[in-house]
């Protein structure tokens, strides 16, 4: 009986770990000096209701940046001022506070980010969900030396 419980918690945690978080390796320059290219991180599946100001966020890219995914830093989040001045691509928008199913997203490296200076919001349904955690690095980026 003992040996089934431990069989039943090993195949079963591992499963529910992969519902609720993921790893994600960060691609590119945009995110320096808080991620690096290649870091990783733990991501918690979460809604846009999960997201605050200043929390790091995976979310779809945009078809032109050649990449599945993206991560920045949320400036501004639904109900919150449109931050016009600092984000000139939401200047076209009437909104006065950010639309309950978006969010306001930049880089922390402004020189070579694309982020909601170039493509304005952020739409719930690209959101995949918030980073938790800094990983350490893999063995075998490690093990390469890079």
Not at 66 to 88: F, T
Not at 124 to 132: D, E, F, I, M, N
Request: charged fraction near 25%; avoid cysteine.
């Amino acid at each position: 009986m003992a040996a089934f419980l431990v069989l039943l918690v090993l195949v079963l945690v591992p499963l529910v770990l992969r519902r609720h978080f993921l790893t994600v390796t960060v691609s590119g320059r945009s995110m320096e000096p808080t991620l690096r290219d290649g870091d990783r991180v733990l991501v918690r599946r979460a809604g846009i209701r999960a997201v605050r100001a200043g929390a790091l966020a995976v979310m779809a890219a945009p078809a032109e940046m050649g990449r599945d995914w993206m991560v920045k830093r949320v400036v501004a989040v639904p109900g919150d001022p449109v931050p016009h001045r600092e984000v000139p691509a939401l200047s076209a928008t009437r909104d006065r506070v950010v639309p309950a199913d978006r969010l306001v997203v930049v880089g922390d490296n402004l020189a070579v980010s694309l982020d909601s200076r170039r493509f304005g919001y952020v739409h719930a349904r690209q959101l995949l969900g918030v980073v938790v955690r800094h990983l350490p690095p893999s063995p075998s980026r490690h093990l390469a030396g890079r």
